[in-house]
């Protein structure tokens, strides 16, 4: 679907190496990447937590990733209003989580998800500046989508890294678009919009079509033989039911060559895309995401990092690159004090009776089980500009605790570590991915270049007691 594109892309210029979508990274390059951080108060002052031994790995790379899911502002002094619209609840944090996120160790933050608009232009303006501030870079949102899609470049000892970063999971509003004549550009994320279909056996489809004949709007006859389109959705015949996606080729044209333009002035690219389809009920992808991860490392991504669905997906290396589906929930924080009235109005409560507190309490049972607090960050090594290593060290974001003091990650204890390990292994078995388990340690092994220059001990820190 993708391959006539990269194609494309992929011509000849006429100079030099221009195309070339190798890695260039010096030997020991490493990158740390993590999933979602909803983070709304600084931790890295929190001694109890247990998370001291995490920003020691954080910190010990030379590009550290992560999703903010999270706007960075002083409601006092704020401007903006929360809006109509918003990616489930109105994800806030105070300007001290600009230096927090320093401390911990990132320095580059996809910024393309579903929370991005949740304070409209203001909030994405104040989150940028309040990063840019403290020399953390980002990419994903812009006042065009020139700007939202465009790679942003990190400066390291060992290489440039370049990051684009887009959304397959976004509201509607929230969408950049780009100037045409007159009418100016408009301020919003990359995203990479899908076409969802139904996928139904042929009985069911023949049934779909006398409910929709029945109806007094019906119009049959103008649609394929073996499709169906039925209050507003579309479904379409096939051997198992199931949510189909089809990328939109216009926007999937523009993320690739994104990608490869911030290849051909990088040494090393992270794509990284934000979906939870086909749901965060699910552990498999959905169906258009491989073809289209493929494309984005044939297009030049040295890596591709998924997040979204709020729990593990399973980890593929193509062509010697990595592709993690999604990483899960880093930092799950629901100490949030502030919330927009409409999502008091959506939970049928009242914000002069309520607390904040007491909405969250009900929105959070959307994620039951502690599979949506166990999560893992992966240390990428290279040598000789080849994957040479990937650890995987499992984290637990207190599923047990109370409100107030869940989701801030520590590194599991051994029992736990090495059933989230299992749980990844057995998610990444499809793609021919083995993970073998090293001392409470997820460890891929690609090839015996050069020396691991991690201790494992730091697998012996584990959780403080509550």
Known sequence: MYQQG???LMRDEGFDNVGSTATNVADGFTIVAV???MVRRPVTKNRTAGFGPIAEILRDADATFGNLETNIFDIRAFTGSPQAEHGGSYH???PELGPDLKAMGFNVLARANNHSFDWGVEGMRETSRVLDQNGIIHAGVGDNLAQAGAARYLETARGRVALVSFAATFTPMSRACDQAGEAPGRPGLAALRLANSIVVSPEMIQDLKRIRDALPD???GREDQDQVVLAGATYKTGDQVKYSFRADPRDAADILRNVRQGKQFSDFLIATNHGHEPGNWSQELPDYEQSFAHAL???GADAYVGHGPHQLRGIEIY???PIFYSLGNFIFDNLQTVEGADYFDEFGMNPKVDTVADLLVEAMKEFPGAVYYESIITVSRFEQN?????????VELGYSKRLANRGVPCLAPMPQAEAILRR???LSKPFGTEITIENGVGVIRLNTVGTNSRDDAAGSHVCAAD
């Open 6 to 8: 990269v194609d494309v």
């Open 35 to 37: 999933g979602d951080l």
């Open 92 to 94: 806030v944090g105070p």
């Open 218 to 220: 019906s119009m049959p």
């Open 297 to 299: 490392i044939d297009a």
């Open 319 to 321: 062509k010697g690159r």
């Open 386 to 394: 080849q994957l040479a290593e990937l650890r995987l060290y499992p």
């Open 424 to 426: 990844l292994q057995k």
